[in-house]
């Protein structure tokens, strides 16, 4: 009899962080407005992909918590802006209340600091939802923003996976608001490979920024993604920008 470590060993193995690398242009026109992503993932406990789910989903259906550190460096705006980021979600197969905080910072607009937690509970395996508050902390003042949002993984026939996430905000600086509204939605023929298309609107669909994305797996602990941004602003001006990546799990 064949042993199942021998046939899958590759699903067998456990990872207990990630890194990454990106590059993203920020216009159509390749005219060096760019920024520079490099992030450290470590997982709270061992990820893997024994729960017949996409690899990019592993995490989430399996409840596995993480901390993420993530860098920034964008370019071609008169000086270089620096952008440092902290993540925290907590959550284990143990129970089904999940909890998030994070910072990020910037050096623009004289130090731009953003604080956010969050709640999220798993009706079942691969379906939450939740609510957060976040603060945004600059040299003009401060802005809450509130926000509902919820995420489900279906299990298709033949071993394919759909996702569909999105949420819907509110953010108010004290003197006016606006709301927001997201969804991606993303499609995987097999686990290794993921097909999305997302998009964010805000103030009476007058804004709005699609995304399309694929990530592929070439090793089980390796991957490529490449992402195409189109921004629509007030429909007076319109800019493109195209990203790049690849994340490697260990």
Do not use: C
């Not at 691969?126 to 809450?144: I, K």
């Not at 999105?166 to 995987?188: H, K, Q, R, V």
Request: charged residues 20%.
């Amino acid at each position: 009899m064949v042993a199942l470590s021998s046939i899958v060993p590759s699903l067998r193995a456990e990872y207990t962080a990630e890194v990454s690398l990106g590059y993203q242009n920020l216009d159509s026109n390749f005219s060096g407005e760019d920024l520079y992503l490099g992030g450290f993932t470590i997982y709270t406990s061992s990820l893997d992909y024994l729960g017949k789910t996409p690899y990019d989903e592993a995490a989430f259906f399996n409840k596995v918590g993480q901390v993420d550190l993530q860098y920034g460096l964008a370019t071609g705006f008169g000086e270089d802006i620096n952008t440092y980021g902290l993540a925290y979600t907590h959550q284990n197969r143990d129970s089904d209340h999940g909890f998030s905080a994070s910072w990020f910072s910037t050096d623009v607009m004289d130090d731009f600091n953003a604080y956010q937690v969050g709640y999220h509970y798993f009706l079942q395996q691969g379906f939450t939802v939740g609510a957060e508050v976040a603060l945004a902390d600059f040299d003009e003042g401060h802005a809450w923003s509130y926000a509902l949002n919820s995420k489900r993984l279906f299990a298709l026939e033949n071993d394919r996976w759909f996702t569909l996430e999105g949420g819907f905000g509110w953010a108010n600086n004290g003197s006016e608001g606006d709301w927001s509204l997201n969804a991606l939605a993303t499609y995987y023929p097999t686990a290794r490979t993921g097909v999305g298309i997302g998009t964010t609107t805000t103030d009476r669909l007058s804004d709005f920024n699609t995304v399309l994305s694929a990530t592929h797996y070439l090793k089980p602990n390796l991957a490529v993604n490449v992402s195409y941004n189109r921004d629509f602003i007030k429909n007076a001006s319109d800019s493109d920008g195209v990203s790049v990546g690849g994340k490697f799990r260990f």
